[in-house]
């Protein structure tokens, strides 16, 4: 079963947005990817609605399926965190006013499900989407390969939940009678 | 120059709401208070989406002329801070699209304008803001009660840097030529 994910890497300066479709154990496909930016100086208020407009534009085109976000802490990156949290709820509000299921996926899991690794480098993991997704050249900026990253491990996982239901729904007939 | 003001202290599971009328100087009168409230085992997407809603309502019935909203830090309260970040960002986004102004003031700055001390505890202010808005009784849950204080605080910064600008104003005739 084919399914079609926007991953989004939530960001005030830069929201990287990459469309995959796809189902586990077959080649991906890319469907688009690409920033929406606001600038540095503009007012707080006037860049989360800038963002919302973006991503609005996006699920119009794209008709996503799911939409995947990155799992945002307040550890790490402390000048940024408010801007990137708020841009994430703001993906988020808008996959959930369409009804679309929202997923989030940590860095380290979405590191892990493309390069096999939860430490790998941005580079190492530009280079994964590249050839899983069988471009040319790696998407830039880094937000945009990053937000094809999160589509692809949204597809990987849900894949796997899908497998294993499928099992289990499989293995239930052979079970011990009750 | 009279002005309303709706107050936001931002928070997923209770959002304060907290409306005020009034100028430097003068009586404040309260003009709404209450909380929008969403269930913590909701799915945050559905979260966001009722927070939204309720903002909506809230500006529709209240007709503010300016939003001031709580600034959240990464620094403290680490397990609440993205939804707190996440329902500031509505608030501002709710704001912005209609074109209000948005500021953001920090719960030092609204203790200090309210009480007299940036480290006043919640029931010194709850305390103030019953006096300053002549109620019966302090509005609860605190997080309302907040609300009023950021709206409070709002009016009278807002009618300082008014001021200010005003004295500007008058001075520069009176300044020397050039």
């Known amino acids: 079963m084919r399914v079609r994910v926007l991953g ?5 300066t830069r929201c990287g947005l990459g469309a995959v479709e ?9 469907v688009a990817v690409g920033v929406v930016r606001t600038g540095a100086d503009d007012e707080l208020g006037s860049r989360l609605v800038r963002i919302e407009a973006g991503i609005e534009e996006w699920l119009d085109d794209v ?4 939409v995947a976000v990155e ?3 307040s550890q790490h990156n402390v000048r940024t965190v408010m801007g990137t949290a708020q841009a994430a709820g703001i993906a988020m509000l808008c996959a959930a006013r369409r009804g679309l299921p929202v997923a989030l996926h940590t860095p380290s899991e979405v590191k892990a499900a493309i390069t096999g690794s939860g430490r790998a480098d941005k580079k190492q993991v530009g280079a994964m989407v590249t050839r899983l997704l069988r471009l040319a050249e790696m ?13 692809i491990c949204h597809v990987w996982r ?5 497998r294993l239901a499928e099992a289990l729904a499989k293995a239930t007939p052979k079970g011990p009678r009750r």
Do not use: I, K
Not at 22 to 30: E, F, H, N, Q, T
Not at 63 to 66: D, F, I, S
């Open 8 to 12: 989004v890497d939530p960001g005030l």
């Open 71 to 73: 799992r945002v802490f």
């Open 22 to 30: 796809g189902r586990p154990g077959a080649p991906l496909s890319l």
């Open 63 to 66: 008709r996503p399926e799911a």
């Open 139 to 151: 998407p830039r900026p880094a937000d945009a390969a990053d937000a094809l990253a999160l589509a």
């Open 158 to 162: 849900g894949g796997a939940q899908h």
